[in-house]
């Protein structure tokens, strides 16, 4: 953390919009290509590649996160991730990120502060900063964190080109957060590794530029579950997307959790969200890259099933549903 501008400090109000600021910018590190960095009237960010790819996701307490599951440095690492996987969806690398945040004034300083050191250190693991964001007071707590990203040169990996015969293919975890959540959401507090990936995401984000420069067709992250973001470049592309159970492994973690708890771990896999796993659609000819595995392909026609049946259930994670 930066130096504290108010020693005793307990609460934001205590500190105030403009010594917040200064807590949660002073003494960090920004990558090169920021030219302007917090301070400002607004950021100022190289664009090597001459195109800006840009992305936001917001974060609702109790919608997203509750701080009895989750510390307030793991919730700053997932805002950061959610965003993150959204870059590497297109192929892109991140540049910078901006932070909005609002809280209620009695709101511990120290919470916001371990927020700033969570959304640093996920920052700081693809080497860039925060360099800009927002601070209000507000009901709720909420996070609203935008990333910029460079294609290096790249052309972008949209939802809408894969075609009829390609490989889907997946990086990353599956079902590892929904488990997590349901964990949590049966009153055990355990830090068994399905509860630290509903805390913390691992995306593959090299994956993303892997895929792009291989080839990829199609690409999406998955925060709302493989069926369901699958469904988006179905829709985008207008293909048919089938999963094949025999290539989708379930991991033994998951199957013992699931036992456990009397759930279906193959449903946590197809159904889960939050692990921003990527998945991508590949021409048949072209290897796949590495830590990519396929799991299924694309036809003529329409929507997303298994194979070869719709799904009996929710696909996935939807607002207000
Ligand atoms: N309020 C909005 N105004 C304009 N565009 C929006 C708005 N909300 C979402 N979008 C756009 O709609 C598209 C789909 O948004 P969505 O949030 O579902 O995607 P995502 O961020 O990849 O998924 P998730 O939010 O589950 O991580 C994105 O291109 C997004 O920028
Ligand atoms: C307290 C709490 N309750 C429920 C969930 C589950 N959840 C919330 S949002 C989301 C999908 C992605 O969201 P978005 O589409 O906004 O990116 C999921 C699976 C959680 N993480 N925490
Ligand atoms: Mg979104
Ligand atoms: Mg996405
Ligand atoms: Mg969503």
Known sequence: MGPDSSQDAQTVSQVGEFGLIDRVTSGRQQSPGTLIGPGDDAAVLAAPDGRVVATTDVLVEQVHFRFDWSTPRQVGRKAVAVNLSDIAAMGAVPTGLLVGLGCSQDTPTEVVDELSAGMWEEAQQVGIGLVGG????????????????????????????????????????????????????????????????????????????????????????????????????????????????????????????????????????????????????????????????????????????????????????????
Request: glycine share 14%; charged share 20%; aromatic share 4%.
């Open 134 to 321: 927002d601070m209000v007071s507000a009901t709720a707590l909420v996070i609203s964190v935008t990333a910029l990203g460079d294609l290096q040169g790249r052309q972008p990996v949209t939802r809408s080109g894969a075609r009829p015969g390609d490989v889907v293919a997946v990086a990353g975890r599956l079902g590892w957060a929904a488990a997590g959540l349901a964990v949590l959401g049966r009153g055990f507090r355990s830090p068994v590794a399905v509860v630290g990936a509903q805390r913390v995401p691992e995306p593959p984000y090299a994956a993303g530029p892997l895929a792009a420069e291989a080839g990829a067709t199609s690409m999406v992250d998955i925060s709302d579950g493989l069926l369901a973001d699958l469904g988006h470049i179905a829709t985008a592309s207008g293909v048919a997307v089938d999963i094949r159970n025999e290539l989708l492994e379930v991991p033994q973690r998951l199957s013992e959790v699931a036992s456990a708890l009397g759930a279906d771990a193959r449903h946590w896999v197809l159904t889960g969200g939050e692990d921003q796993a990527l998945a991508a659609t590949f021409p048949p000819e072209v290897a796949l890259p590495e830590g990519w595995r396929a799991v299924g392909v694309t036809a003529e026609g329409q929507g997303v099933t298994v194979d070869g049946a719709p799904y009996e259930g929710s696909s996935g994670w939807e607002h207000w549903r």
